[in-house]
């Protein structure tokens, strides 16, 4: 298997670290694909053995979409003088995906922002009163709406807005069943690609980064009158 060293993405480290924290790793090599799929990393741990390890991430595909959309967007507007960060927020999962108004967004901010510019406030009220004024605001498209920074030198859009997006629950899978077909499927996409087919026997582990909660849900979709519920989505 024709392979080279590479460096690894955040979660791919993140990963690795967290099986270091289980196991006794000795070295470790990170693998890159050429002619034929490999998988991400090998391991070799301190009784001698030399194990195989496919890390995949399984995500809110509509909250992925929604950010590469709108994070650290720019939005001149020549009304305005400065440049205004405003952070918004959708935590409806079905909402997500949906097509964004966001000229309905902009119009009813602008004058907002148009009136704060004309006044003679410092800094921190060029920030606290906005906070103020929109709080309780019913926002197209959105269920709320915060200004973050005011820039007064009127930063990348010369004046305007840049918009940033906080989806709050986007990476959590909220019902069980969904997490335990959600890695199923990902190990049935390895298995059919061939990811790990030099390793005989391979096994599979199924680590959940996140903030405990999936994790405590896939433990317990398996703790079923102490038996494995889905033994498919643990070891192939």
């Known amino acids: 298997m024709d392979t080279r060293s590479r460096q690894p993405r955040v979660e791919e480290q993140f990963a690795l670290e967290t099986i270091e924290a289980l196991e006794s790793v000795v070295s470790h090599r990170w693998l890159d694909a050429n002619r034929e799929p490999t998988p991400d990393l090998e391991l070799k741990l301190s009784g001698g053995r030399t194990v195989a390890v496919e890390i995949t991430m399984n995500t809110d595909g509509a909250a992925r979409s929604l950010r590469a959309s709108f994070d650290g967007r720019r939005w001149p507007r020549v009304e305005l003088a400065c440049e205004w960060w405003v952070i918004v927020s959708d935590h409806s999962r079905v909402a997500r995906?949906?097509?964004?108004?966001?000229?309905?967004?902009l119009d009813q901010l602008v004058p907002v922002f148009q009136n704060l510019e004309a006044q003679d406030l410092e800094p921190d009220e060029m920030l606290g009163k906005p906070l103020r004024e929109l709080a309780g605001s019913a926002w197209p498209d959105w269920n709320s709406v915060y200004v973050a920074k005011c820039d007064r030198s009127g930063g990348d859009t010369g004046g305007g807005l840049r918009t940033?997006?906080?989806?709050?629950?986007?990476?959590?899978?909220?019902?069980?069943?969904?997490?335990?077909?959600?890695?199923?499927?990902?190990?049935?996409?390895?298995?059919e690609r061939g990811q790990l087919s030099g390793y005989p026997s391979p096994k599979w582990l199924v680590v959940v980064l996140d903030c405990g909660i999936a994790a405590m849900q896939l433990e317990d979709a398996f703790a079923s009158e102490g038996r494995l519920r889905r033994p498919a989505a643990i070891h192939g």
């Open 97 to 105: 995906g949906r097509r964004r108004n966001i000229k309905a967004l």
């Open 164 to 191: 940033w997006v906080a989806v709050g629950d986007g990476g959590w899978i909220e019902a069980v069943d969904e997490l335990v077909e959600a890695v199923q499927e990902r190990i049935d996409s390895k298995i």
